[in-house]
Nanobody, 123 residues
Framework: QVQLVESGGGLVQAGGSLRLSCAASGRTLSTLNMAWFRQAPGKEREFVAGMWRSGGTPYSDSVKGRFTISRDNTENKVYLQMNSLEVEDTAVYYC?????????????????WGQGTQVTVSS
């Protein structure tokens, strides 16, 4: 069993930055495929960034060049550094973990989810 707890969300003006954290317990993150998803009101949950076991770090086109995912194996945490935030980035952000040996960007492939953290970007 894996428990994930996100933190770091909040209200920020457009152009600002936030760093989200995802603390894991129950399993070492380096043995899992990790990802950040987000869900805005009335929209489907969408993939934002991944941290694969292989070391790959894919990003959605909408955040590429602005967001950076990283992992701290010592603290067993995954981070999402979000820069140049836009109003369209407003959403609840979720950390997710997959035990599958293959990496996926679809939310249905993920076994464990955090409770989510709200990110609101004002104009």
């Amino acid at each position: 069993q894996v428990q994930l707890v996100e933190s770091g969300g909040g209200l920020v003006q457009a152009g600002g930055s936030l760093r989200l954290s995802c603390a894991a317990s129950g399993r070492t993150l380096s043995t899992l495929n990790m990802a950040w998803f987000r869900q805005a009101p009335g929209k489907e949950r969408e993939f934002v960034a991944g941290m694969w076991r292989s070391g790959g770090t894919p990003y959605s086109d909408s955040v590429k060049g602005r967001f950076t995912i990283s992992r701290d194996n010592t603290e067993n945490k995954v981070y999402l550094q979000m820069n140049s935030l836009e109003v369209e980035d407003t959403a609840v952000y979720y950390c997710a973990a997959s035990t599958s040996p293959a990496a996926f960007t679809g939310p249905a492939r993920y076994d464990y989810w955090g409770q989510g953290t709200q990110v609101t970007v004002s104009s």
